[in-house]
C-alpha cells in the first residue's frame, strides 16, 4: 500500500531518496509515523524505532547523545544468510564437502561483537580467527573446545607457544605459516612441549581484488608464501616429520571486493595450488578463502569502491562452482570451505546516531536584500545584480549565472578600492547569493545541468554541525573516501526541503561529510529538514566493520613504548614509557579481566580432570597465561622470550 506522509509525499519517496532499502537489505525501514525502525531479526513484525529506545535510555541515564546503537541480532541473521546461501550453493552443484563462517577478530574486537559472533556460528560449527596476541589471547578465553580457532598474522614465540599450550588444553587450533621463518619456530616450540600441533599454510596469490583495499591481496602483499617459500615450507615440514599436521590452505584475494571477477580468478588459482599440494601427499582437507565478500553501503550494485556488482548468494555460488571445478579436473577431493567475511557479517549490526546541533544557514544575508527601489542606482553592480535577480528563467539560467559573478567581482574589486561601503557590498553579496537561490530552484526543470551549476547546487547547501568527529567515528571515510550510509532517523514522513553537508566538532577543516548515497548514484549533499526547536538526530549507518577499531585500537595492537630522549644526558636521563599491555588493551574494549581469569582457571581444570594434561602441566600453562596480561601487545625478541622461558 502506498503510504503518503503530506502533500503527495509518500514511504516510497522517503525510501528512494535515501536508498533505504537497497542498503538496508530489510533491517531497517520506516514505520508510517515517519520513524526509522530497524529489524534485527528475520521476524520483521519485532522492529524497534530507534529514536524511541536511544531518547528513553539516554534520558534514563541523564545522558545525550551521539551513541553508538548495536544489534546483534543483526550479526545473528547475517550469520544465517551467509551459511544458508553456502548450503544453497553446496546443495545445487552437488558439492561433497561442507562450509563454514570464521569471524575475524580484527574487523570489531569488542567483547560484545566477538560474543555474538561466536554465539551466532555454533549452530554452523562457525569460528574465529585471531591476527595478533591480544586478539589469540581473548578469543582462547571467550571459546570453547568445540569452536575451531585460527591462528594467523605475525608471530613470535608467546604467540606461537599461547596457541600450542591452549592446544593441548583442548582448545582447536589451527597455526597458519605465513612466513618461512615461523617454521622452525613452531616446531621447535611444539617439540619443547611435546605438541603435535594443528597447522595451515597462507600462500600468497598473483590475483589481485580490487577498490580501497587491493593491495591486501596479490604477490605484493604483506602475507602469505610465495610458491617457491610455500615449496620449501613443505619440503622443511616433510623432513621435520610434520607434514602430516598440515590441514588447512589458506589465501586472502583483499577485502570489500567490488568486482566478482577477481574473485572467480583468487578461488581458481587457489584451489589450483591446493589440488597441486594434495597430489604431493599434503593431507590437507579445508581450504580457507580469506575475506573479499563485500558490503553494498551505497546499495547501487556497482564496481565502485564503496558497492559490489553481485549478491551473497552469486558469490557463495562462484567460491563452491570454482572449487569443484578445479577439484574435479585435478581429481582431488572436495575440500571443506572456509571463509572469513568479517564485514559482510558485522557491517549493518551497529549504526551512530548523531544531533545537529546548528546549522550555517544564510538568514542574514537574505534579510539585507534590497528591494528594487533600495538599489542606488549610482552603483553599477548593484544595478547590475538586481536586473539579473528579476530576469532570471529556464533559457538564461548559465548566462544569468556568468553575468552575477562578473557583477560581484566588480563589486568586490570597488570595494577594495574604496569606492563600495560595507552596507552596499553586503548588498551585492544578498543579491548574488538570491539570484544562486533562484537558479537552484530552476535546476530541476532543465533537461541538462551544467557542471558549474551542479557545483552552485554544493555550494549552496547549508553545513549542519552534528556532535560527533569524523575521525573517530568514520575512519574511513576521512582517509579512504569510503561511503557510509546517512539519514535522519525521524521526521522522514516531512518532504526534506533544505540540502546540507556533515560538520563535526573537530577543529579540523577535513572534519566533516560531503559525500553521500543518493538514489541514483553519488551526490555531494544531503536532503535534510529545517531545523525547528525539538532535536534533529541523523544515522550513520553501516559502521559495524573496521570504524571502531580502527578509531581505537586496530587489531588491539594498543599503543607503542615512547621514549623521551634527554640531549644533554641520553644515556642517564632519557625517559622511557612502556605501551600498552594484553590486559590494558582487553580492558579498554570491556573485557573483564578477572571473568577473563576464571574462564582460563576452568578449561586448565577441565583439562586436567579429564587427563588431557598433569597437574603440573596444568599449574604451568595457567601461570603463564596469566603471565601474559603484562606482555606488550607488539612482537617481542624471540631470543629474550625464550631465555626468560628458560628461566621459569
Not at 37 to 42: K, L, R
Not at 85 to 114: D, W
Not at 262 to 283: F, M, N
Amino acid at each position: 500500500m502506498l503510504n503518503t506522509f503530506e502533500n503527495d509525499w509518500t514511504l516510497i519517496d522517503a525510501c528512494e531518496l535515501y536508498n533505504l532499502e537497497r542498503w538496508g537489505l530489510g533491517y531497517f525501514n520506516v514505520d508510517e509515523e515517519g520513524f526509522l525502525v530497524v529489524n534485527p531479526s528475520a521476524d520483521s513484525t519485532k522492529s524497534v524505532r530507534i529514536f524511541d529506545v536511544v531518547d528513553h535510555f539516554l534520558k534514563q541515564e541523564g545522558a545525550a547523545p551521539p551513541v553508538l546503537v548495536r544489534f546483534p541480532g543483526i550479526i545473528q541473521r547475517r550469520m544465517q544468510e551467509i551459511n544458508e546461501a553456502f548450503r544453497t550453493a553446496i546443495k545445487n552443484f552437488e558439492y561433497n564437502g561442507s562450509y563454514m563462517t570464521l569471524y575475524p577478530v580484527k574487523v570489531n574486537q569488542h567483547l560484545e561483537v566477538i560474543d555474538a559472533a561466536i554465539k551466532s556460528g555454533r549452530p554452523y560449527g562457525g569460528g574465529v580467527e585471531a591476527g595478533s596476541k591480544a586478539e589469540l589471547y581473548s578469543v582462547i578465553a571467550m571459546s570453547d573446545n568445540v569452536t575451531p580457532i585460527l591462528c594467523n598474522g605475525f608471530k613470535d614465540l608467546a604467540v606461537v607457544e599461547m596457541a600450542l599450550r591452549a592446544s593441548q588444553l583442548g582448545r582447536n587450533i589451527t597455526i597458519v605459516i605465513e612466513k618461512p621463518n615461523e617454521v622452525e619456530l613452531i616446531i621447535q616450540t611444539a617439540r619443547r612441549l611435546g605438541i603435535r600441533p594443528k597447522l595451515g599454510v597462507r600462500v600468497k596469490l598473483s590475483s589481485r581484488g580490487a577498490g580501497h583495499w587491493q593491495s591486501s591481496g596479490g604477490s605484493r602483499s604483506k602475507f602469505g608464501l610465495s610458491i617457491p617459500e610455500l615449496l620449501k615450507t613443505v619440503s622443511d615440514l616433510r623432513e621435520q616429520g610434520f607434514l602430516d599436521c598440515v590441514h588447512l590452505l589458506h589465501f586472502h584475494p583483499g577485502s570489500q571486493i567490488t568486482n566478482v571477477r577477481k574473485i572467480k580468478a583468487s578461488i581458481i588459482e587457489a584451489t589450483r595450488v591446493y589440488a597441486d599440494l594434495v597430489q604431493q601427499g599434503v593431507p590437507l582437507q579445508i581450504i580457507d578463502v580469506g575475506g573479499g565478500l563485500a558490503v553494498d553501503y551505497t546499495g547501487n550494485r556497482n564496481k565502485e569502491p564503496s558497492s559490489m556488482n553481485y549478491t551473497l548468494q552469486e558469490y557463495a555460488n562462484d567460491v563452491v562452482y570454482y572449487i569443484q571445478m578445479v577439484c574435479d579436473q585435478e581429481e582431488v577431493s572436495h575440500p571443506k570451505i572456509y571463509s572469513e567475511s568479517g564485514r559482510a557479517l558485522v557491517a549493518h549490526h551497529s549504526m551512530l546516531v548523531v544531533p545537529i546541533v546548528g546549522t550555517s544557514q544564510t538568514h542574514v544575508q537574505q534579510s539585507l536584500l534590497p528591494s528594487s527601489d533600495q538599489v542606488d542606482e549610482e552603483v553599477a553592480p548593484l544595478v547590475e545584480l538586481s536586473g539579473i535577480l528579476e530576469e532570471i528563467n529556464e533559457k538564461n539560467v548559465l548566462e544569468s549565472y556568468h553575468d552575477a559573478q562578473t557583477s560581484m567581482e566588480i563589486a568586490l574589486q570597488m570595494f577594495a578600492n574604496g569606492n563600495l561601503t560595507m552596507e552596499q557590498r553586503a548588498q551585492a553579496e544578498a543579491l548574488t547569493y538570491s539570484i544562486c537561490l533562484k537558479i537552484n530552484g530552476l535546476l530541476d526543470e532543465l533537461p541538462f545541468v551544467p557542471a558549474e551549476l551542479d557545483e552552485l547546487r554544493y555550494n549552496l547547501a547549508d553545513t549542519y554541525f552534528a556532535n560527533f568527529s569524523v575521525f573517530q567515528a568514520l575512519p574511513d571515510a576521512w582517509a579512504l573516501g569510503q561511503l557510509f550510509p546517512v539519514m535522519p532517523i525521524h521526521r522522514i514522513n516531512e518532504r526534506p526541503t533544505k540540502i546540507g553537508i556533515l560538520g563535526d566538532m573537530t577543529c579540523d577543516s577535513d572534519g566533516k561529510l560531503d559525500c553521500f548515497i543518493g538514489g541514483t548514484g553519488q551526490r555531494r549533499w544531503l536532503p535534510m529538514h529545517q531545523l525547528n526547536d525539538q532535536p534533529y538526530w541523523l544515522g550513520i549507518f553501516l559502521v559495524g566493520a573496521y570504524q571502531e577499531s580502527l578509531s581505537d585500537d586496530h587489531n588491539l595492537m594498543g599503543k607503542f613504548h615512547i621514549l623521551t630522549i634527554d640531549e644533554q644526558d641520553p644515556f642517564k636521563n632519557s625517559k622511557l614509557i612502556y605501551g600498552s599491555t594484553l590486559r590494558e588493551v582487553l580492558e579498554h574494549v570491556h573485557h573483564i579481566w578477572g571473568d577473563m581469569q576464571e574462564r582460563f582457571k576452568g578449561f586448565v581444570e577441565q583439562a586436567t580432570q579429564s587427563g588431557a594434561v598433569s597437574q603440573k602441566e596444568g599449574e604451568q600453562a595457567y601461570r603463564f597465561f596469566e603471565s601474559m596480561s603484562e606482555n606488550y601487545t607488539y612482537l617481542t625478541d624471540e631470543i629474550r622470550e625464550i631465555e626468560s622461558q628458560k628461566k621459569v
